[in-house]
């Protein structure tokens, strides 16, 4: 977990170094260095739980807010560069940003996508004093984003675009073409400028003095219109409240039965697994099943008995209506130490996928929502911005600080190996497609063994115990002899890496 600097404190708005002494010489006996209230007496200890935090906690937990900000380049960024003469992937659609109107595309694809970050000041997680995830619960958001674009393809119409993504400051990208001698002299297409929602992170001021064209309002469909209430709707099961299906609340009581508690790291193989009980749980999506594959093969039938209850009775042929929609999940490994480049043209071939909903993973103890890639980089959705809780009940949500105006690319190089990749399909057809896709997508690696698999059958008839609907525990892989070397003195993914 990451300390606070007392540096931070200089980053936060309207509180001074000399307020936080004097905050704490208020209060003496109050322990320091965490964000619970830890006094050390209490007149009633079974009472201590269930007490709002006091002003000294809230104002640890801006500063750790503020830390935490500065620290992953939420104060103070640059801006990302877009090469515009090679196209850029999201969710397996492609972008050449040759024109203005291509950029806007790519622009309304990206900020569409719902950006889930830490919160702070929520009601305390139950059996904690923790009012915030800052700092631990970057994996959980992560999660949560491939879900919400999971539930996002199932609710709405595929290529749904936020009508109201103008409400944003512009993309914080550039487009330039390749092979320039400086950034400075550079192409780049005009920068799109509207008025910045609340929840959006401040651009540095340092070479930002041009002035920037206003985008045309692109005309908005009556699809888009029409399917803007069920956005907000999904928006609100994701609140920082107890009762919504998807929220961190809840996520982490349903993490309790695989070890983990508020204050854990939580890796993608668990994460994998509490989001499928979190959809089996929630009233709101019962047509909707996840599997998580286990041992990095996809069992075709343990599948088909999920979506369609009928198929346990031996009926040969499923019927379309009854069959569920379904969200694969599958923990995976590229590599030992660090990504085996040998996957990396793999990793690609799964992005461009329409079927594919993101890889949640990142880079070591720092999650992150890869959503596409452009060349060499891959393109991702941050959860380490630490913003206030917002009252998802309220009739006029704000969803700005819900969107992300500032896409970022990486290396692959950097990847960390270990990751959950996410799939949907609405059908049955849709799921056989899938399966022929990704397989497909699977073969263009240059190791002789691919990522994971499909084949037919229960995960029973290979010998393996537990099924992927009720299994909880770290994936196990099913590797060639001369593979298992690479993590043999590893217990499982997600005690090697935390993410």
Known sequence: MHSVSPSAAQYVGGVLPEELV????????????????????????????????????KLKAKLMSAWNNVKYGWSVKSKTAFNKT??????????????????ERFRLAFVSRLWLTYRREFPQLEGSNWTTDCGWGCMLRSGQMLLAQGLMVHLMPRDWAWPDAQQLMDVDFEVFRPRSPTRAIGLPIPSFSS????????????????????????????????????????????????????????????GKSSGKKAGDWYGPSVVAHILRKAVAKAAEVDNLAVYVAQDCTVYKEDVVRLCDPSSRESVPESSETAWKS??????????GE???PAYIECVKSILKLECCIGII???????????????????????HYCQPVVDTTQV????????????????????????????YAKNKKDFESLCSAVSEALSSS???????????????????????????????HILPPGKLSRISNRESTDEFVFL
């Not at 322990?31 to 007490?51: H, K, L, V």
């Open 86 to 103: 090679s196209p850029v992937t999201v969710l397996g659609h492609s972008h050449l940003l040759n024109s203005e109107d291509a950029v």
């Open 446 to 476: 240059k190791e002789k063994y691919p990522i994971f698999t499909f084949v037919e059958g229960q995960s029973q008839d290979y010998g393996l115990e537990g099924h992927s609907s009720s299994h909880t525990g770290p994936a196990r």
């Open 22 to 57: 004097e905050s704490r010489r208020q209060r003496p006996l109050e322990r320091q260095g965490s964000f619970g209230r830890r006094p050390t007496q209490s007149p009633d200890p079974s009472r201590e739980a269930t007490e709002e935090p006091d002003e000294v906690d």
């Open 338 to 340: 660090s990504l085996n």
């Open 361 to 383: 993973g990142g880079k070591p103890k720092h999650s992150l929502y890869f959503v596409g890639f452009q060349d060499e980089q891959l393109l991702y959705l941050d959860p």
């Open 195 to 254: 008025p910045r929602g609340p929840g959006t992170p401040q651009k540095s001021l340092a070479g930002d003095q041009a002035p920037k064209s206003t985008p045309r309002k692109r005309p908005e469909s009556a699809k888009e219109r029409q399917a803007e209430p069920v956005h907000r709707r999904l928006v609100t099961w994701f609140g920082d409240q107890p009762p919504t299906p998807f929220g961190v609340h809840q996520l982490v009581e349903l």
């Open 396 to 423: 006029n949500l704000s969803l700005e600080s819900f969107h992300c105006s500032s896409p970022r690319k990486m290396p692959f190089s950097r990847m960390d190996p270990s990751c959950t990749i996410g799939f």
């Open 326 to 335: 379904i969200i694969i999940l599958v923990p995976v490994r590229l590599g």
